[in-house]
């Protein structure tokens, strides 16, 4: 092919080793590509040389290690070391500003970087999450600033990912990957990089344009769908339903190709691609005189659940008879999601700042964040261990179930008796619920709650029903 060598294995620069291009970069390493890894962050580059991985993806330090060690990859800050490549994936961060648009300055000045070391037969893709037309627009306009012809010269095509933290490595190896060239051509270039690279389905797209709303279809898809299930917890909680019940039933009805497929509600939506994505998509459309109505109410009913958490929280404690503002709260998970350190727009933040502003003390825990970044974004360094930051708490707040908190004896912890145990994002089960109730927990959950449960506790009796 014009653009990828038939014969020999081609070299791959990875520009933006953030958490994407890690996971690339280790992968492609691991399947026996020569792998340039580049990033302007000196320190990210100099922990990774010395066998240090700020990324806590399971199995993602090994591979990177070992990457490194048989000389597969090598990390460097100077993008000029991707002209040596076959193939440059870019992965800079490509966040949104207040108003919804692209904060295109990574993207920017990668690209200006990177023209001036293009060679003919290069291979460029973008796999950083763009509005429509910035491939075709925005970025081929930066890379031919030396004269080469995107499409003729150097290949440009658009080729998102689309995976969740914590199952990334193996969703690289499985999920059928996205691609839409400049022409015809670099379309079948990327292609088949990734038969070669990953051996997975591709689905090639007409253009850059429809490849870029795939990945912007997707995340709108689950934030609508996360925030659809966050309102039906409400509405289950003014009838003392379970929401995991009606959404277990609601889900077995077959529509369309599978069935209904409601997700499940939580403290809010986090991280660095559910929380802007939707708002790309509705300044995009809005620029244009189009108004998409379900990006915003999404993005707005996922924004307001934790303030809804930390009502309940505080609610549930006037139930049970304590005084909120003389209350102490130890918040169990501070990442945005089970079994992941990231913190980057953890709705954990949100919820002990609407706890702290009804009086509240909190105390936070998660053995997998870094606990300076978590001092910094918290006001307070998270408690080392478990029993510190519960001992004497009127509720422990489980927002993030990580494995580490699993097999918790929660009869044993020094907390307050009785003491509210409110379920953020672990979902427990109803046997498991029972037994905290036994073990003189009252317990609440995002629409799953039980309305006067507390007054059996206050007088002494376990909690049953």
């Not at 100099?46 to 000389?71: I, K, P, V």
């Not at 999920?175 to 591709?202: H, K």
């Not at 898809?221 to 339903?241: F, Q, R, T, V, Y």
């Not at 990006?295 to 303030?307: L, S, T, Y």
Request: with cysteine; glycine share 10%; proline share 5%.
């Amino acid at each position: 092919m014009r653009f990828l060598s038939d014969h020999t294995d081609p070299t791959v620069a990875v520009i933006g080793f953030g958490y994407v291009g890690s996971c690339v970069a280790a992968t492609l390493a691991a399947r026996g590509f020569d792998v340039i890894g580049v990033d302007t962050d000196p320190t990210l580059v100099e922990e990774l040389n010395r066998r240090e991985c700020r990324f806590n993806e399971h199995g993602l330090a090994g591979m990177l290690f070992s990457a490194l060690d048989s000389g597969r990859l090598r990390m460097t800050v100077d993008t000029a070391e991707a002209g040596a490549a076959d193939v440059v994936l870019i992965t800079v961060g490509t966040p949104v500003r207040e108003d919804g648009s692209l904060d295109d300055g990574q993207l920017r000045s990668c690209a200006r970087e990177l023209s001036g070391h293009l060679r003919r037969g290069q291979l460029v893709v973008l796999k950083s999450t763009v509005p429509p037309g910035t491939t075709r627009g925005l970025l081929r306009s930066l890379l031919e600033t030396r004269g080469l012809t995107a499409g003729e010269d150097f290949g440009l095509a658009f080729s998102p990912e689309r995976l969740a933290e914590g199952t990334a490595l193996r969703e690289l190896r499985t999920f059928p990957i996205v691609v839409g060239g400049l022409t015809p051509e670099c379309t079948a270039s990327v292609g088949e990089l990734w038969r070669r690279a990953l051996g997975v389905d591709v689905i090639a797209m007409d253009t850059p344009e429809a490849a870029e709303i795939v990945k912007l279809a997707d995340n709108w898809w689950i934030d609508l769908n996360i925030a659809m299930a966050n309102e039906l917890a409400k509405l289950c909680g003014l009838h003392d339903a379970d929401v995991l019940d009606v959404i277990t039933a609601a889900n077995s009805i077959p529509k369309g190709s599978g069935n209904v497929n409601i997700l499940l509600p939580s403290v809010g939506v986090g991280g660095s691609c559910l929380t802007k994505d939707p708002w790309m998509v509705w300044h995009t459309a809005d620029r244009q005189g189009v108004r998409i109505r379900t990006a915003a109410a999404g993005r707005r009913v996922n924004a307001g659940m934790p303030e809804y958490t930390a009502r309940l929280i505080v609610d549930a404690l006037a139930e049970m008879g304590r005084d909120p503002a003389a209350s102490t709260v130890a918040v169990l998970g501070l990442a945005f999601k089970n079994n992941t350190g990231d913190l980057r727009a953890t709705p954990a933040r949100d919820v002990v700042g609407a706890l702290e502003a009804h009086g509240v003390t909190v105390r936070l825990h998660d053995p997998l964040v870094d606990r300076d970044a978590a001092a910094e974004l918290f006001g307070g360094k998270p408690e080392e261990c478990l029993e510190d930051a519960v001992r004497g708490a009127d509720c422990v707040a489980v927002l993030a179930l990580h494995d580490d908190f699993r097999e918790v004896d929660f009869a044993a912890l020094p907390v307050a008796r009785p003491c509210l145990l409110f379920d953020g994002r672990a979902y427990y089960p109803k046997d498991r619920i029972a037994e905290l109730r036994a073990a003189g927990y009252v317990y609440r959950g995002i629409g799953r709650g039980t309305p006067g449960s507390g007054r059996d506790v206050r007088e002494g009796r376990p909690v049953h029903g």
